[in-house]
């Protein structure tokens, strides 16, 4: 069976990759011609554990074929990015894709919506599809973590709507050749809806964490300690604050059901507090530096992955950038807004180190190495807003140490 998955990012290539090991004749197709490029002669950056490997064997299997364009094939499945323009969902890149796959389309084909979309939207699709041809069309949302994609990729459950039960049928055959998690079946606007819903619950509870957070910072309370002690709470688990909601899911997703409803109340309310995240952060770096020259520890939405994608530290830079000489250190970052430093250099004459991502590198960080740091810097503060660097290390080398939801002293 041959299948054509159009769009090669974080989704795509390692589905289409998974899918040609497991025996199909898969074309992957990105419009982009570097990273066309790039995955052919496998010299694209990831922190995706054995992605590269991966790759590599699906290629040399010959079942993996890279090209910028479509080609006629039985499942066509589309992981091209949903973004959000105006508070509403970007389907532009969607529309394209599909009109791009038109010209290959016969009867019998399935096609398969991976891309995170509003509810009704692949029933649209497919209202406008089977005017010309008789296909069969599903949903079939992604719930992987970055960083850990390909073990997540093959161990989750899965939820898959058909716009019939015939299609829910044939999507399952093809993931059923390596997801071994469940699979359950639906119909495509639940399955939608299903997807939204799970980031939405994961927004919401960020929400009230960083709701928490300054409630304890006006209380004088430790919300880290606070959160810990009520998730000993058998039917309790609050998430962790931080400097912002980032990445291509959770920050977004929510606007995709906000569009569609009225009655989104919380969600919408949870949104705004996570984006007033950015600005608090701001507000208390101005307060606590000294001096203009601020280091930034972690630049990538969340800890440990590379991806830069509506991260919070561009929203404080941005803030910042006017006022302040703002040096960054993220070792796993590809590209981002703002230069890249090497720890040595990001720290230089330093007034203020603030780290914004919970690298476990910043855990790790040993006595040698902070006091390296400790003599490169002109003032000894630091403002952890992840709760992930070892106070007394620091402390140990002069540093005054700050945590957002921290105590005052
Ligand atoms: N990254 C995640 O962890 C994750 C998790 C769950 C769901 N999703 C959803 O999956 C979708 C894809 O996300 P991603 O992170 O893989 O995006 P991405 O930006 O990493 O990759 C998308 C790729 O599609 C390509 N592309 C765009 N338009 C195209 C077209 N018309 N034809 C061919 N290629 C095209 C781009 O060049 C890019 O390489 C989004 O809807 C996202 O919300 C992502």
């Not at 094939?73 to 890149?93: E, G």
């Not at 939207?121 to 069309?137: M, P």
């Not at 960054?328 to 603030?354: G, Q, R, T």
């Not at 070892?390 to 540093?399: D, L, V």
Request: net charge neutral.
């Amino acid at each position: 069976m041959k299948v054509c998955v159009i769009g090669l990012g974080y989704i795509g290539l390692p589905t289409a990759s998974i899918l040609a090991i497991n025996g199909f004749e898969v074309v992957g197709v990105d419009i982009n011609k570097n990273r066309v490029e790039e995955i052919k002669n496998l010299t694209f950056k990831t922190t995706e554990k054995d992605l590269l490997t991966l790759v590599r064997g699906a290629i040399n299997s010959g079942n993996l074929k890279i090209k910028n364009t479509p080609e006629k094939a039985d499942v066509f499945i589309i992981c091209v990015p949903t973004p959000i323009k105006n508070n509403r969902c970007d389907l532009s890149y969607i529309n394209s894709a599909i009109d791009s796959i038109k010209p290959y389309l016969e009867d019998g084909n399935l096609i398969i919506i991976e891309s995170t979309v509003p509810p009704g939207t692949s029933e649209e699709i497919y209202n406008k599809l089977s005017k010309y041809k008789n296909i069969y069309l599903s949903y079939c949302p992604e719930r992987v973590l970055p960083g850990n994609i390909l073990k997540e990729l093959v161990d989750n459950d899965r939820v898959i709507g058909g716009i019939n039960k015939e299609s829910a049928e044939r999507a399952k055959k093809i993931y059923d050749s390596f997801v071994k998690g469940k699979i359950y079946l639906t119909d495509c606007k639940t399955a939608e809806m299903v997807k939204l819903m799970e980031n939405i619950y994961r927004d919401v509870n960020i929400a009230l964490a960083n709701e928490f957070a300054k409630i304890s910072e006006e209380l004088d309370i430790d919300v880290w300690e606070a959160i810990e002690l009520s998730n000993k709470h058998p039917r309790v688990n609050i998430l962790r604050p931080g400097p912002g909601v980032g990445g291509h899911c959770i920050s977004i997703d929510p606007w995709f059901l906000i569009e569609k409803s009225k009655e989104a109340k919380l969600i919408r309310t949870a949104r705004e507090i996570n984006d007033s995240m950015p600005n608090y952060v701001a507000n208390k770096i101005k307060q606590l530096t000294k001096g203009k020259n601020i280091t930034i520890f972690g630049v990538t939405y969340k800890g440990d992955v590379d991806d830069v994608r509506e991260s919070p530290a561009e929203k404080i830079i941005s803030f910042l950038k006017e006022e302040f000489n703002i040096k960054c250190y993220d070792p796993y970052a590809k590209e981002f807004k703002y230069p890249l430093y090497p720890i040595d250099e990001a720290v230089e004459d330093s007034d203020l180190i603030v780290v914004l991502a919970d690298h476990k590198i910043f855990r790790d960080l040993d006595e040698k190495d902070i006091k390296k740091i400790s003599e490169k810097v002109r003032n000894r503060v630091i403002y952890d807003t992840k709760n992930i660097i070892t106070k007394e290390r620091w402390e140990k080398f002069g540093f005054k140490v700050y945590k957002l939801g921290g105590k005052n002293d």
